[in-house]
């Protein structure tokens, strides 16, 4: 009789399920050892436990990858976009959903920065230190809140080590590119004594303007050859002490900096940079209990505490023009019980608290605006603008309020295994408040006092998963969830131009909580000469917040008739509608023989509200096809990546036409006696097409790079 879950099955069934997801169409992705686990899930059980479909990006993909950022790094996997704004700029996009639905998260704890709020504000995540990056399709886990409706992306990087280390052990890379006459450095030292680590690493980056591909039709209007105001610079560095035992837990605490400096290209000549700078306090540990112990019933309690200290400058020659503050705490403490029958699982809470003021003034931010309340009457004020119509308002001061977001959270996530698989559930009920204070908004462009009273939502998150064992070489997962999430601050408040987009932003206070339902089947298979991932989804919103583009008609202005009153740019308003995407991604990969083998993969996904009109900003579907020969320390692979073009548009969207990007890479470890040391070339685009990204909000002014040469070496002692 079958017996699907005895110890050897186990492993079988743990390495087809890592190597399906693993070896996504990443430029020379890795697989990883076979006890790897999905830290971003509840259980942190092996990706074979875990119900949706998961990537595992392992140290070598993340090296060897010629992305610089999260969106780059990622945008060839199957599901996931790059909602890019210029090369400074990256953030994933999955399954269609972006902003504050994907949860960008270092060890599991939010980065702390501004990027769910606008397209140029950059995650404060840096991949060069990483160990391993993880990425949860869907509605991923409820540790990390109902919000992450699109999934989880978790950068995890170590510094704080959970088991003990053995000596001094470390890597130094450098790597230049041709496109931008780039360059990077990057270096990780752990040395470790007893139960003691010190980990020290840190990066530099530099890139002048890039130059867009040259083959191809550049529509009417684009930038094209070399692309002004792009270049990028960045640098960090952290510092982190541990103590571990590898029994009874361990501790830690570690300081990390990071700092950006890119331009945003425009079609207007404009000089506009973004230069975001963040500090960040992590302490986290985790205690054991022994088995003989008052406290056996737990397995691990685990407690981590952040603080980041973020702030960024918007700039154009000689001002800055934007100034964001931010502060944000989160403490989570979550507790991971022993079997009781045969549940086991985890619960917990989640604080949370951000304030965050901002400035944007033509005059200069030098500091936050304080106009006080002293004389002003609580009444609305007399310099709003209006539309023909009438229905919108538009204010030119500081365009939102200072704001505090307090969050509290609780979770329960249990799993048992059943006569085929395993069986997951789970809920999350959260409070949020947000609190609104006026003082940075001058006494003409404020709203009723009321305008200002505190919000409260009570988001409740449900979920449901199972995994299916249909034979020794394939499983079914299925999941279910019904999840809610609280409009933002940037979403109800935000009213006002925004310089490094070009865009004006009017404020909603009307937006409600937004729920979704979701139902994910996904089918993981290996023979032996055959790994293939597949999945299907369909998620329906009652209330989808989406940022739409305003049709605005003004009368007698000298730059024309729509648009904002002050700039003439674009509006854009965040409404609510309900709407529902379904898609479908999957991954092939082929053996032809022991060194050779061939990676098919691809994704679409349609995006629409419920009465048929498109979303914005929907990427269109994708395929990738790649060759790859490993044998004696060589890697090399040639892959192709079609972009279909993109006719389902929201109103007011151009279409974008379709193209392909031709990509080859090859590396070589090179052993020398304790450490090695890894060459790499690599050449994108290699028919210098000319191409353009639908998802980015600057599409007509920042196309993609260029053909471009890169080459790196990296040593691991």
Same mark, same amino acid.
């Given at each position: 009789?079958?017996?699907?879950?005895?110890?050897?099955?186990?492993?079988?069934?743990?390495?087809?399920?890592?190597?399906?997801?693993?070896?996504?169409?990443?430029?020379?992705?890795?697989?990883?050892?076979?006890?790897?686990?999905?830290?971003?899930?509840?259980?942190?059980?092996?990706?074979?436990?875990?119900?949706?479909?998961?990537?595992?990006?392992?140290?070598?993909?993340?090296?060897?990858?010629?992305?610089?950022?999260?969106?780059?790094?990622?945008?060839?996997?199957?599901?996931?976009?790059?909602?890019?704004?210029?090369?400074?700029?990256?953030?994933?996009?999955?399954?269609?959903?972006?902003?504050?639905?994907?949860?960008?998260?270092?060890?599991?704890?939010?980065?702390?920065?501004?990027?769910?709020?606008?397209?140029?504000?950059?995650?404060?995540?840096?991949?060069?230190?990483?160990?391993?990056? &993880?990425?949860?399709?869907?509605?991923?886990?409820?540790?990390?809140?109902?919000?992450?409706?699109?999934?989880?992306?978790?950068?995890?990087?170590?510094?704080?080590?959970?088991?003990?280390?053995?000596?001094?052990?470390?890597? #130094?890379?450098?790597?230049?590119?041709?496109?931008?006459?780039?360059?990077?450095? *990057?270096?990780?030292?752990?040395?470790?004594?007893?139960?003691?680590?010190?980990?020290?690493?840190?990066?530099?980056?530099?890139?002048?303007?890039?130059?867009?591909?040259?083959?191809?039709?550049?529509?009417?209007?684009?930038?094209?050859?070399?692309?002004?105001?792009?270049?990028?610079?960045?640098?960090?560095?952290?510092?982190?002490?541990?103590?571990?035992?590898?029994?009874?837990?361990?501790?830690?605490?570690?300081?990390?900096?990071?700092?950006?400096?890119?331009? #945003?290209?425009?079609?207007?000549?404009?000089?506009?940079?973004?230069?975001?700078?963040?500090?960040?306090?992590?302490?986290?540990?985790?205690?054991?209990?022994?088995?003989?112990?008052?406290?056996? +019933?737990?397995?691990?309690?685990?407690?981590?505490?952040?603080?980041?200290?973020?702030?960024?400058?918007?700039?154009?020659?000689?001002?800055?023009?934007?100034?964001?503050?931010?502060?944000?705490?989160?403490?989570?403490? /979550?507790?991971?019980?022993?079997?009781?029958?045969?549940?086991?699982?985890?619960?917990?809470?989640?604080?949370?608290?951000?304030?965050?003021?901002?400035?944007?003034?033509?005059?200069?931010?030098?500091?936050?605006?304080?106009?006080?309340?002293?004389?002003?009457?609580?009444?609305?004020?007399?310099?709003?603008?209006?539309?023909?119509?009438?229905?919108?308002?538009?204010?030119?001061?500081?365009?939102?309020?200072?704001?505090?977001?307090?969050?509290?959270?609780?979770?329960?996530?249990?799993?048992?295994?059943?006569?085929?698989?395993?069986?997951?559930?789970?809920?999350?009920?959260?409070?949020?408040?947000?609190?609104?204070?006026?003082?940075?908004?001058?006494?003409?462009?404020?709203?009723?006092?009321?305008?200002?009273?505190?919000?409260?939502?009570?988001?409740?998150?449900?979920?449901?998963?199972?995994?299916?064992?249909?034979?020794?070489?394939? /499983?079914?997962?299925?999941?279910?969830? /019904?999840?809610?999430?609280?409009?933002?601050?940037?979403?109800?408040?935000?009213?006002?131009?925004?310089?490094?987009?070009?865009?004006?932003?009017?404020?909603?206070?009307?937006?409600?909580?937004?729920?979704?339902?979701?139902?994910?089947?996904?089918?993981?298979?290996?023979?032996?000469?055959?790994?293939?991932?597949?999945?299907?989804?369909?998620?329906?919103?009652?209330?989808?917040?989406?940022?739409?583009?305003?049709?605005?008609?003004?009368?007698?202005?000298?730059?024309?008739?729509?648009?904002?009153?002050?700039?003439?740019?674009?509006?854009?308003?965040? &409404?609510?509608?309900?709407?529902?995407?379904?898609?479908?991604?999957?991954? +092939?990969?082929?053996?032809?023989?022991?060194?050779?083998?061939?990676?098919?993969?691809?994704?679409?996904?349609?995006?629409?509200?419920?009465?048929?009109?498109?979303?914005?900003?929907?990427?269109?579907?994708?395929?990738?096809?790649?060759?790859?020969?490993?044998?004696?320390?060589?890697?090399?692979?040639?892959?192709? /990546?079609?972009?279909?073009?993109?006719? *389902?548009?929201?109103?007011?969207?151009?279409?974008?036409?379709?193209?392909?990007?031709?990509?080859?890479?090859?590396?070589?470890?090179?052993?020398?006696?304790?450490?090695?040391?890894?060459?790499?070339?690599?050449?994108?685009?290699?028919?210098?097409?000319?191409?353009?990204?639908?998802?980015?909000?600057?599409?007509?002014?920042?196309?993609?790079?260029?053909?471009?040469?890169?080459?790196?070496?990296?040593?691991?002692?």
């Amino acid at each position: 009789m079958f017996q699907p879950f005895q110890s050897g099955y186990r492993r079988n069934a743990l390495f087809l399920a890592i190597c399906a997801t693993t070896s996504s169409a990443q430029v020379a992705a890795h697989t990883t050892e076979l006890d790897t686990l999905v830290i971003s899930s509840a259980s942190q059980g092996s990706v074979y436990d875990v119900a949706q479909p998961v990537t595992v990006l392992d140290k070598n993909a993340i090296d060897n990858n010629s992305g610089t950022s999260l969106g780059t790094l990622l945008e060839s996997t199957p599901g996931i976009a790059n909602s890019s704004f210029g090369p400074g700029v990256g953030r994933p996009v999955i399954r269609g959903m972006s902003g504050s639905r994907v949860k960008i998260l270092q060890n599991g704890s939010d980065t702390g920065d501004t990027s769910a709020m606008s397209s140029d504000h950059s995650p404060m995540s840096e991949a060069s230190a990483a160990e391993q990056i &993880e990425v949860i399709y869907g509605p991923a886990t409820l540790l990390y809140g109902g919000g992450a409706i699109g999934g989880v992306v978790n950068v995890i990087d170590r510094r704080i080590h959970e088991q003990p280390g053995d000596g001094i052990s470390g890597e #130094v890379g450098v790597k230049s590119s041709s496109v931008d006459s780039g360059y990077s450095t *990057d270096a990780v030292l752990d040395m470790s004594k007893g139960n003691w680590t010190l980990h020290l690493d840190g990066f530099k980056r530099d890139a002048d303007d890039y130059r867009s591909g040259k083959n191809g039709r550049v529509p009417a209007g684009n930038n094209s050859g070399r692309i002004a105001n792009s270049s990028t610079e960045g640098k960090g560095g952290a510092v982190a002490l541990s103590w571990a035992d590898g029994v009874n837990g361990f501790i830690g605490g570690s300081i990390s900096t990071l700092e950006y400096d890119y331009g #945003v290209p425009s079609l207007d000549d404009d000089q506009y940079r973004v230069v975001p700078k963040q500090v960040r306090y992590d302490l986290k540990g985790a205690w054991r209990p022994a088995a003989d112990s008052a406290f056996s +019933w737990m397995e691990e309690w685990r407690t981590e505490l952040s603080y980041t200290d973020y702030e960024h400058n918007e700039t154009e020659p000689g001002e800055v023009v934007g100034l964001f503050q931010q502060e944000s705490w989160e403490l989570q403490s /979550r507790i991971r019980h022993q079997a009781i029958g045969q549940w086991q699982g985890t619960f917990g809470i989640q604080l949370k608290k951000q304030d965050l003021a901002l400035c944007h003034s033509h005059n200069g931010c030098d500091n936050i605006a304080s106009f006080g309340s002293s004389g002003w009457d609580g009444s609305e004020g007399t310099s709003f603008r209006s539309d023909i119509s009438g229905t919108y308002q538009f204010a030119h001061s500081t365009p939102m309020p200072l704001t505090t977001t307090e969050q509290a959270g609780v979770f329960w996530v249990e799993q048992r295994d059943w006569s085929h698989g395993t069986i997951e559930l789970g809920a999350r009920v959260d409070h949020v408040n947000i609190s609104a204070d006026p003082d940075p908004v001058s006494f003409n462009y404020r709203q009723q006092r009321s305008y200002y009273d505190d919000k409260n939502f009570t988001p409740v998150s449900l979920s449901a998963a199972a995994t299916w064992v249909l034979s020794e070489q394939q /499983r079914l997962g299925l999941s279910l969830a /019904r999840v809610q999430r609280a409009p933002e601050v940037y979403e109800l408040y935000w009213n006002g131009d925004h310089h490094a987009t070009s865009s004006f932003q009017l404020d909603n206070p009307d937006l409600d909580v937004e729920t979704a339902w979701t139902i994910d089947l996904n089918w993981l298979y290996q023979g032996d000469r055959n790994k293939l991932q597949a999945a299907v989804y369909h998620y329906r919103f009652d209330d989808y917040i989406y940022n739409e583009i305003k049709e605005i008609e003004h009368n007698g202005r000298p730059c024309g008739n729509t648009g904002d009153p002050f700039h003439c740019d674009d509006v854009y308003r965040y &409404e609510q509608s309900d709407a529902r995407f379904t898609g479908a991604e999957f991954n +092939w990969q082929h053996n032809l023989t022991n060194t050779w083998h061939v990676d098919i993969g691809g994704d679409v996904v349609k995006a629409e509200r419920t009465n048929g009109e498109d979303l914005p900003r929907t990427p269109p579907a994708s395929m990738l096809l790649a060759l790859n020969w490993e044998h004696n320390g060589w890697d090399l692979r040639a892959e192709g /990546r079609a972009i279909f073009t993109q006719n *389902d548009t929201a109103p007011n969207e151009t279409r974008t036409s379709d193209f392909m990007l031709l990509n080859a890479y090859a590396a070589y470890n090179m052993p020398i006696g304790g450490s090695e040391l890894i060459w790499h070339l690599a050449v994108q685009n290699l028919t210098d097409e000319y191409a353009v990204n639908h998802v980015s909000y600057l599409k007509q002014a920042a196309p993609l790079p260029g053909r471009n040469l890169q080459a790196g070496v990296r040593w691991r002692f």
